[in-house]
Nanobody, 121 residues
Framework: VQLQASGGGLVQAGGSLRLSCAAS????????TAWFRQPPGKEREFVAY????????LYADSVKGRFTIARDDVKIVTYLHMRSLKYEDTAVYYC???????????????WGQGTLVTVSS
C-alpha cells in the first residue's frame, strides 16, 4: 500500500487548508486512516483518525472543532479539512493507514511522505 499526501502550503493564521491522502496498492477494507503531525523540533503527534466508513472519528483536543477528517472509500482518499488555522498548527502532516482504531503512531502500518503546512502569524 502506498500513501500520497498533498495539499500543504503557506497560509495566514485564521485561514483554511485541505490536505489529501490517496491510497493505492492492495485492496483495502476495514481500515483506519489517520493524520499525524510533527511541529518543528517536536515529536510526532496525533491529529485525527477515521475508521472504516467514517462512522468513528477521534480528534486531538488541540484541533477539535477546527479540523475535520473525511474519507472517500470509493476513491480511497482521506481528507483533512483545516480551518481557523493557528501558528501552532505549523508542522509536517503525515497520513497513515492501519487496522485498529488508535491515536498511537505505532499502530499504523503504512505512512505517507508528509506535507508541510506553514501558518504565518
Amino acid at each position: 500500500v502506498q500513501l500520497q499526501a498533498s495539499g500543504g502550503g503557506l497560509v495566514q493564521a485564521g485561514g483554511s487548508l485541505r490536505l489529501s491522502c490517496a491510497a493505492s496498492g492492495d485492496t483495502l477494507t476495514s481500515y483506519t486512516t489517520a493524520w499525524f503531525r510533527q511541529p518543528p523540533g517536536k515529536e510526532r503527534e496525533f491529529v485525527a483518525y477515521s475508521r472504516w466508513t467514517g462512522t468513528t472519528t477521534l480528534y486531538a483536543d488541540s484541533v477539535k472543532g477546527r479540523f475535520t477528517i473525511a474519507r472517500d472509500d470509493v476513491k480511497i482518499v482521506t481528507y483533512l479539512h483545516m480551518r481557523s488555522l493557528k501558528y501552532e498548527d505549523t508542522a509536517v502532516y503525515y497520513c497513515a493507514l492501519g487496522f485498529r482504531e488508535s491515536p498511537l503512531a505505532g499502530d499504523y502500518t503504512y505512512w505517507g511522505q508528509g506535507t508541510l503546512v506553514t501558518v504565518s502569524s
